[in-house]
């Protein structure tokens, strides 16, 4: 049987009042639909740890730049409620844009620093807009643990950092990237990828696969780590870097040497697709 579903955000409070008053523990795993095992992964984990899981589904507009991919981001529903159900999704809650962005809205969540490298840079105010509405979420949700992928590290940074300096009584649980058979990161994205690109584009997966090797030989160098990252990009066809870099896994500052876990993350055009991957590196 489907969850059910809230349209507005007083019907999810209630749903979820009504769970707190019945003593469960509350679960939540905000996505933008167009679900796939990744977030299927999160989902088993809200259900393995607390007792009523919610997922919202909600494309963000203020995440996305004026030439992005906000009337194009896949919207699929049904298939998404279908998946939900077959994981014994609780709730689901569907805002629209006006429930969750009223006219008169003016107040901005930002956390800096951690927003202004790697995707930041390459996409100003997109996490400005991830932590707005994330916040919103949690205030409507209140969940007691949200449910977040790997793959977008950066942004699982910055929702933890944002929690930690705001006081919000939510434990942050960051789940490992789940992966496509040939190592491709799962994405909504790669559905735009034609059979050329998407084959190329487990150049990705290979970068941070050699990183992970060369650390493991004894490699301490962040530059020369960029640099192979970057070279193994360079050999796929069709692909056009936007970033390889290596840095402080923890407060993103950038690193000469190895001597503490870092992150190698990067990002990599096929067409106008953006796909981005990362590893953690521990010397």
């Not at 805002?95 to 620093?113: G, H, I, L, N």
């Amino acid at each position: 049987m489907p969850p059910p579903v809230a349209a507005t955000i007083a019907e999810a409070r209630a749903a979820v009042a009504a769970a707190r008053q019945a003593g469960r523990r509350v679960g939540f795993v905000p996505t933008m639909g167009a679900l796939h095992a990744g977030h299927a992964s999160l989902i088993r984990a809200s259900r393995a740890e607390c007792d009523f899981t919610v997922v919202s589904i909600f494309v963000n507009p203020t995440q996305f730049g004026p030439s992005e991919d906000l009337s194009r981001y896949p919207r699929t529903f049904d298939a998404d409620r279908e998946l939900c159900a077959a994981l014994g999704t609780d709730l689901i809650f569907a805002p629209s844009a006006d429930q969750m962005y009223p006219p008169d809205s003016r107040t901005v969540v930002e956390v800096t620093k951690l927003q202004d490298v790697l995707c930041g840079q390459s996409r100003p105010g997109h996490f400005r807009g991830v932590a707005t509405v994330v916040l919103k979420l949690f205030n409507i949700v209140q969940p007691d643990a949200a449910y977040f992928g790997q793959k977008d590290a950066q942004q699982a940074l910055i929702i933890r950092r944002m929690v930690i300096d705001l006081n919000v009584p939510v434990d942050v649980r960051v789940r490992p990237t789940v992966r496509e058979p040939d190592g491709l990161a799962m994405s909504s994205r790669n559905r735009y990828l034609d059979p050329a690109q998407r084959h190329h584009a487990t150049a990705l997966y290979r970068a941070v696969r050699r990183v992970e090797e060369m650390v493991a030989a004894g490699e301490r160098s962040a530059p020369a780590l960029e640099a192979a990252m970057g070279e193994t990009i360079a050999a796929a066809p069709g692909a056009r870097l936007d970033y390889a870099r290596v840095l402080d896994a923890e407060s993103l500052d950038p690193l000469a040497t190895l001597d503490r876990p870092a992150l190698a993350a990067l990002a990599v055009y096929f067409g106008t697709t953006r796909l981005i991957d990362n590893t953690i590196l521990r010397p």
